[in-house]
């Protein structure tokens, strides 16, 4: 078991949206709790999102809800962040993590133009 790569990041305008995903190898995504990350220039990475695969229960960043969602799809063995309504304060990079598995896999970068 090793940490997850996310993929999708992007320029994009404030208002614009885009979808970042993470696929899991060597691990079973229905059974995991699984959460998004962000880290700005210059400030501690925070919890942006995450869910509970097994139950369904999601939580949320306060500044980012109704703006993003999180969602799996077991099938694919993949998680999803949708993110809407992009403002210039989202521009970070983002990292999916397994919190079942110690470490930080490669995150990727998002930027939002004012």
């Known amino acids: 078991e090793v940490q997850l790569q996310a993929y999708g990041g992007g320029l994009v305008q404030a208002g614009g949206s885009l979808r970042l995903s993470c696929t899991f190898s060597?691990?079973?995504?229905?059974?995991?709790?699984v959460a998004w990350f962000r880290q700005a220039p210059g400030k501690k990475r925070e919890g942006v999102s995450g869910i509970n695969t097994r139950n369904g229960r999601t939580y949320y960043l306060d500044s980012v809800r109704g703006r993003f969602t999180i969602s799996s799809d077991i099938a694919k063995n993949t998680v999803y962040l949708q993110m809407n309504s992009l403002k210039p304060e989202d521009t970070a990079v983002y990292y999916c993590?397994?919190?079942?598995?110690?470490?930080w896999g490669q995150g990727t970068q998002v930027t939002v133009s004012s």
């Open positions: 993590k397994n919190l079942g598995v110690p470490g």
């Open positions: 060597g691990m079973t995504l229905g059974e995991s709790a």
